[in-house]
Structure formats: C-alpha cells, structure tokens
C-alpha cells in the first residue's frame, strides 16, 4: 500500500506593499496542496488576489521581504513593514550625528539600526518565513533567499573595496 503524496503547507503573514501609494496592507502568503494562495485584507475583509500552481510561481527573499512574482508581476510582502520607516529615522540620525560630529547621534543611529534589522528578523521568523519558503522550494517554487548575514556581508565587501581603492588613489595622488 503506498501513502498518498503530503504535499507541505505553510502562511507567511506580513503586509503588501502598494508600490503606487507606498502603503501596505495586511497579507498571507498560503503556500498548500501544490498551490500559492495570496490573500489581501481589505475594508470589507479577506480577498484572494492570486491562486496558481507553485511550479509557475517564483519566491524571492531577502532579509524581512518574500516577494511573490507571478506571471511577471511582483508582490512584495513585508514581515514588518514599520521596519522601514524606523529605518529611515535611524539614517537620518546617523548622517545628523556625522554632520554635527556628534558621537552620541551616531552611536544611538547604529545601535538602532542593529535593534532594528533584529526586530524585522524576528518578524520574518514569527510571520512564518522560514517554513514558507521550505514549504515554496517542496511544492516546486522557485526559490532564493538573500539574509541578513550575505547583505552585511556585501554591505561590509564593498565598503572594503571603496576603502581599498581610496587608499590607493590618495597614494597616488601623494607620490605624484
């Protein structure tokens, strides 16, 4: 007797984005029976923008977003979409502690954004991220996840390069 076949199901809850206004709206991305299901809360409730077979849908992910692109279209969803805002807050600072040569601007600015990158990692997390994609990548979805650790690592990659190749311009600069 053979076992008929599981397929796995997760949900990924967090917020569209309105690429249009920039505002969101609460979201779950339903990964089940083969199938990706996006359902969009709207004033007069619940309403499935999208249902298709997991093998036509591609799932992008990078730090606290899935991005569902479907037949062309992209629909990212936020784990914490407040993350952004306190995001920019937390820059602003940071560039007004550096104009002022403020370190106390400058250390809260860091320290902030470290709380704050943790915080939407969490969210990511709490929202089902994880087993969405496992569950995406199983049901025959295309998947690429980019986390926190590559983005500081390319973050931290390119500053050494921008460092590097400023040494040796001012050296040449110097010598000449």
Not at 55 to 83: C, F, H, M, N
Request: include cysteine.
């Amino acid at each position: 007797m053979t076992m008929p076949s599981q397929f796995p199901y997760a949900v990924f809850s967090g917020a569209l984005v309105d690429r249009a206004t920039g505002g969101w709206s609460p979201a779950q991305a339903v990964v089940g029976q083969g199938m990706v299901t996006l359902w969009v809360a709207t004033p007069a409730g619940w309403v499935q923008h999208f249902s298709v077979p997991a093998s036509e849908v591609v799932v992008k992910s990078a730090a606290q977003r899935i991005t569902l692109v479907v037949r062309g279209q992209s629909y990212p969803i936020l784990a914490d979409p407040a993350a952004v805002d306190r995001a920019v807050r937390l820059n602003i600072t940071g560039l007004t502690g550096n104009i002022t040569g403020s370190p106390i601007l400058e250390t809260a600015s860091t320290a902030g954004r470290l709380a704050n990158q943790a915080g939407a990692a969490q969210a990511f997390s709490a929202g089902g991220g994880t087993q969405f994609l496992a569950a995406s990548r199983a049901s025959g979805a295309r998947v690429s996840r980019l986390g926190y650790p590559a983005i500081m690592a390319i973050g931290c990659g390119t500053a050494l390069v921008i460092a590097v190749v400023t040494l040796v311009v001012a050296a040449m600069v110097i010598n000449m």
